[in-house]
């Protein structure tokens, strides 16, 4: 209470200028902190997530899809606290802290990296490339049929020059694609011409398959692939292609091309999201149950194809190279399944937010590229490019002095 002093003659008196708390300041305060609550909670069951198969209880799976998100709120209700100068700054600095692993496979600086993130693949680095036969590229790219935002052949043939002439310019070694498709003997002729520097492929056609024209995923490697294996999981259209690619180190390498299950949630729903659309709580609730719906059902198929998969890397007898879309986050089982033991070459060599996913506020890192230790990583780049909703993920990598796997 504060006041002022005044005086009348001999006698004195004080003026009362106190002010009552305000109602709206105590509503607010504890809407505050239930909104610091809720998103710490929310984070903290998405790094449960990551121990937790969705085929068991999906519901933890979810809070790691959001966890990209979440992370912000924590931060936003961090800095929010600590202007107000309260102690409830403690709960998301807290919620931070114990999932400092988890951030760091979400954004990356360059403090204390020896490799030169801002080297170009220019036609020097790529001729010193060539002639160290234990340097080699990776670039993985899901390229949404090479249709995305095209409406006729002509667009998807312009799509198909446009990705052909990104990959020469990066010049990989060996090329992982996703929902790779043609559609009649014509792109098949044409991509052979684009990519002839990759005379080696293996193909996984879900749908077709006859003379190369199909949709599935495929394999381009400058060296030779010595044996293949083709998976497509039971109840989805999503596949894994396996490949024994001989490098010029003499190493044989077994790459494994997923495309794990997606979330299946259709163009519109993804509009309704970014837009923040809200039309009636009746029209609200019956989205969020169809969208939950889709969400449980596609998380558990996903959950028994990592299973899958990871039993397969494990049995390799080839350092594994293991590469794709898989649908899901770095905040999730289905990454830390997958990556098992292998090196992420973003958190090794990536810088800034990472993310591959160009939807939903550019906010998701969903396709990879692991390694086993034996290699190191030497760059990592992710061009946002206009020709899919995911962007590639190039990585240059080589052969270490060690000898494990």
Known sequence: ????????????????????VRFWRIVFDVFLVLITLLLSGGLA????????????NWVFAFFGLGAPFLYLGNIVMLLLWVIRWRWWALVPALTLL?????????????FGKEYDAAAEENAGAIAARRKDPSQFAVLTYNVHGFTYGQDDHAGYWRTVDSVAA?????????????????MQG???RRIDSLYRDWPYRAYNFIYGGSNDIGYGTAIFSR?????????IFDQSSNSLLRADVLLPSGDTVRLFNNHLQSTQVDERSQQRVERFVVRGEEATGKFVRSLGSHLRINYRRRAIQVDTVSRMIALSPYPAIVAGDFNDTPVSYTYKKMRGGLEDAFVNAGSGYGYTYNRLFAMLRIDYVFHAPLFETEGYRSDRLPWSDHNPVFVRMRRGQTATR
Request: aromatic content about 14%.
């Open 223 to 231: 060296f030779p692939i010595l044996e293949a294996q083709r998976t």
């Open 166 to 182: 990104y990959v020469r310019r990066v010049q990989p070694d060996v090329i992982c694609f996703q929902e790779y498709e043609t």
């Open 186 to 188: 014509g792109d098949v």
């Open 1 to 20: 209470m504060s006041a002022n002093r005044h005086s009348s003659g001999s006698e004195y008196y004080y003026i009362d200028q106190s002010r009552p």
């Open 98 to 110: 114990f999932g400092m692993g988890h951030l760091g496979r979400l954004i990356q600086f360059d």
């Open 45 to 56: 069951m998405g790094y449960l997530s990551t121990g937790i198969s969705p085929e068991r």
